[in-house]
C-alpha cells in the first residue's frame, strides 16, 4: 500500500506523479494533499511537488506500508520537492 502526501506551509501546489497504473498525472491542488492506492511491485513511484509562491515551506513524501520511504523539502521560491524510487 502507497501514499503520496505532500503538506507544508506554501497553500498550493503544482504537482506530478506517476499512478497506479504506471501513468503521469498532473494537477493543481491546495495543501495538504495525499493519494493512497495499492502498487505493483514492478512500479516506480514519483512525486514532484512545486510551490505556488515564494513564501512558506513544500514537502513531497511517499508512504509504503504508513511507514516513509522516501521525503524531500524546498523552502526556496516556486521551489520543488521530489521524491522517487521503486516500489519496495
Not at 15 to 27: A, D, K, S, V
Request: aromatic share 8%; glycine share 12%.
Amino acid at each position: 500500500h502507497v501514499e503520496y502526501r505532500v503538506t507544508g506551509t506554501a497553500g498550493g501546489a503544482s504537482l506530478t506523479y506517476t499512478n497506479e497504473t504506471g501513468g503521469t498525472e498532473q494537477l493543481r491542488v491546495k495543501l495538504p494533499w495525499s493519494l493512497p492506492f495499492d502498487a505493483l511491485s514492478t512500479r516506480a513511484l514519483y512525486l514532484a511537488a512545486q510551490k505556488q509562491g515564494r513564501g512558506g515551506t513544500i514537502r513531497s513524501e511517499i508512504l509504503v506500508d504508513s511507514v516513509s520511504y522516501q521525503h524531500a523539502e524546498s523552502n526556496a521560491s516556486y521551489g520543488i520537492a521530489s521524491v522517487h524510487g521503486p516500489v519496495p
